[in-house]
């Protein structure tokens, strides 16, 4: 929950993808800040560094696309 509410209020939002790992698979990141401070991540499963970015990205808009209560404020103080 936590992770979906950071998404929702950064604009700070970055993915990425790592690998290829022994076989050949990729992993996929998303982060945020100037620090790439990880806040999800995949296994390496995805074959090609865009399929891992892309899967990232989905995320993303999937989480900003969705109807969420924020308990804990966390998008006031993300915008500070």
């Known amino acids: ?14 993915t990425m993808a790592t690998g290829p790992d022994d076989d050949g698979k990729y992993a996929g990141w998303i982060m945020y800040g100037e620090r790439f401070e990880p806040l999800v991540s995949t296994r390496p499963i995805y074959d090609s560094e865009e399929q891992a970015t892309q899967a990232m990205q989905d ?19 993300a915008a500070e």
Do not use: C, Y
């Not at 929950?1 to 970055?14: E, F, H, P, V």
């Not at 808009?61 to 006031?76: H, I, K, Q, S, T």
């Open 1 to 14: 929950m936590l992770s979906a509410l950071t998404i929702r209020g950064r604009d700070d939002i970055k």
């Open 59 to 77: 995320i993303i808009d999937e989480v900003r696309g969705m109807e969420l209560e924020d308990p804990f404020n966390v998008a006031d103080r």
